[in-house]
């Protein structure tokens, strides 16, 4: 086991200045809390955050990350909480440690394999603070290795499996090649022990041969360099058990087929030195073509460099190396804890920033702050930053655009779910439908039977499955309500003719109007009536010929007056009518809303919706099941009649002024009345077209301004 002292030598070596006193206090606190627990191989608990310590203190981290992984699991296992942590060791160390235990709170059950990459994300996702990230790789590496002591076989498996599924992928994307490969070969013995042990045997047959067969290859190798001056060293390994396993499976050999379970590599001090050894191979050995890779000239997104190549060697065989300078070896072993390794008090060189394009935007930041602590402490990863990760009730990760809400997640899980969804509990809690999800919610869809989407969720849903959802509702409940007011409509306007629009309907005649105006089906036309795009009398005209009314052009010209009629005060720009679209529109005479106010609707019987104030007496008195939602347009530019009136003492031009400043506010005069009364007062009335409530409120203070006023006021009815 290894002690404390160790940990803190490690540290004061690759950094002398290191905060060693918050090591010491976070070693004595943990085990202060931990006093008196076991670990299953009969440990003390203790042994557990050390060796994770002493896993960090091998990556170089820093201190603040050496103490919280001593501290890691003190919130989550013993009486310890995050405050307390604050206040003893930090807000720094405190915020990591809870990163960590809110990551271990996390429950992914038994989740299938096409869920793995998302849990991944989720976990990155998660840990704002990649050394979260680091101690987790750490806490995982120290429990693989103490797995054996796990007495369920059940749970042995699974432990390892999720290590295969999602934490050695994790690693190999930060690029901690070391613990990628520790942790696979470990987790491949439990996962399926029969291969594992089978290709370790095959290794061994032979092992003789083959330990020959490196030196052989590295002497040609260095002889080769060594000719051309070149100071280098060749190395040759063995192939990771897991990676020869993957390799026998995805390209269906045998093992006596995987030629190159082992590998060379070249380490070199400049990157020329590497391209100048890659051609003295190809000139000693055949290389294939295809399987050359720069990853020196173009990096891996983890920051991988490397020159790749394959090559037939002296006896006929594959030959795999790589060849790098030290420095890239460093960070092909450690990936990103390479560059976290810095040293405290300096900050991180620009040019590892530079290149580590995926937390580059992070970097970017860093002449922002002055002291590398505060970098740090405002460093935050923010790896899928369009992406959230969510639960469902039964623990299955669904992945939804940031700014996503409970009613996205309801049309992801089902269409019907998202029509029929009322509210939301996220975490246990009710949260309203506009909620924007974050990363970790566990989420509960309340429907409800019969309940429908709303208009207005067009205005905060994210995805496009959720607006094209809604959107079709609308298409299908707009035409059912057309329908029905088509049909009044039509009644009506037939009844006015004495035709019973009813029988009509299944009539050789209607039929020949429906394909007149381009229909398929009576509903079709008679919804478009609906939607104010024909008019009742338009049906009436095609329909009447037929019927033998006597004069067909007194005919013709009646209902053109008629249509006429209608047509002025026909469709109305400036509402909507929340569910319908191109609807038949008119204002209530009584009340003169305009935009700003607040408006309600009435279905009228054979005339689309009239809009009226909401406290408009007419509309109170209407029957509330002809009540419909409407809402002003907010795009629209049209001008609303609205009566006014000013009381003022009498004078000479007085009515010209008023009439000049209310033009110069910008608003038509409609009409202008005066009243003259005895005590030398007058009441002028006037109709003005004004764009809404706000420049209302500017006409009437403009007319305030003149002088001899004394009042003015907007009437409510005429
Ligand atoms: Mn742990």
Redesign the pocket.
Known sequence: MIRINDILDKIAGYNPEADLDIVDRAYIYSAQVHAGQVRLSGEPYLS??LE?AGILSDMKLDSTSVAAGLL??VVEDTHATVEEISDIFGEETSHIVSGVTKL?KLNFGSSQAHQAESIRKMILAMADDIRVILIKLA?RL??MRTLKYHREEDKRIAIAQETLDIYAPISARLGIFWIKQELESNAFSFVLPEEYEKIKSLINVGREERTEYIATVKSYIEHKMNEANLKCEVLGRYKQYYSIYQKMLQQNLDFEEVYDIIAFRINLDTVPQCYEALGLLHALWKPIAQKFKDYIGVPKPNMYQSLHTTVIGPFGERIEIQIRTWEMDAVAKSGIAAHWSYKEGKSIDENTGQAFAWIQNLVENQENFRDPNEFLENVRIDLFPDEVYVFTPQGEIKSLPKGATPVDFAYMIHTEVGNQCTGAKINGRMVPLQYQLKTGDIINIITSRGHHPSKDWLNFVKTVKARSRIRQWIRVQEKGRSLTLGREMCEKAFRKFRLNFNTLVKSEDMARVVKAFGFKTVDDLVAEVGYGKITPLQLVGKIIPKFGVESQKDDESIINKLIGRVRKKKVKDGVIVKGIDDILLKFGKCCQPVPGDPITGYITQGYGVTVHRTNCINALKMSPERQIDVAWDADSTETFPVRILIRSQDRFGLLADITANISKSGADILRAYTETREDKMVDTFFTIAVKGTDHLTKVLSAIRKVKYVLGVKRLDSS
């Open positions: 557990h955050p994770v890691h699991d271990s806490d120290h429990n």
